[in-house]
């Protein structure tokens, strides 16, 4: 089993499609093991982001991710990591069947954002979750995904 941090951006909920977006994962097998909505500050989006800073799209980007609510969570599953990445679609160009293809209207103001390594799943996880808001479960269908 692997764990991935997926957070929804603040143009998910006004636009009334968060419950459909989760459905997907959860129709490929994916588990929420922990899920909330926050509101992120400046200085939780620069740990966040801290990787793109020096770049050209930040500003844009931090602006856009302290505009709104997001829904943070952690999803569990068999290569979760690549599986989540896959469905959701590249930052750019994505193709319809992806999230992104079918929900975002502008490259970086797309709606979804998700680890892209174990390594980048380990620091983002704790930034948004404290050990005790991860909440394990079994539910007996895993032979059935």
Not at 53 to 66: G, H, I, P, S
Not at 112 to 140: M, T, Y
């Amino acid at each position: 089993m692997e764990r991935t941090f997926v957070m929804l951006k603040p143009g998910v909920l006004p636009r009334r499609i968060a419950g459909e977006i989760i459905t997907r994962f959860e129709r490929r097998g994916l588990k929420i093991i922990a899920l909330k909505m926050i509101k992120m500050d400046e200085a939780m989006t620069g740990a966040h982001y801290a990787e793109h800073r020096d770049k050209d799209f930040y500003a844009k980007l931090a602006e856009y991710t302290v505009s709104g609510p997001v829904l943070a969570m952690i999803l569990e599953g068999p290569d979760a990591i690549a599986m989540v990445r896959l469905m959701i679609g590249p930052t750019s160009g994505a193709a319809p069947g992806t999230i992104r293809g079918d929900y975002a209207r502008q490259t970086r103001l797309n709606i979804v954002h998700a680890s892209d390594s174990r390594e980048s799943a380990a620091r983002e996880i704790p930034l948004f979750f404290r050990n005790e808001e991860i909440i394990p479960w079994e539910d007996g269908n895993e032979s059935w995904f």
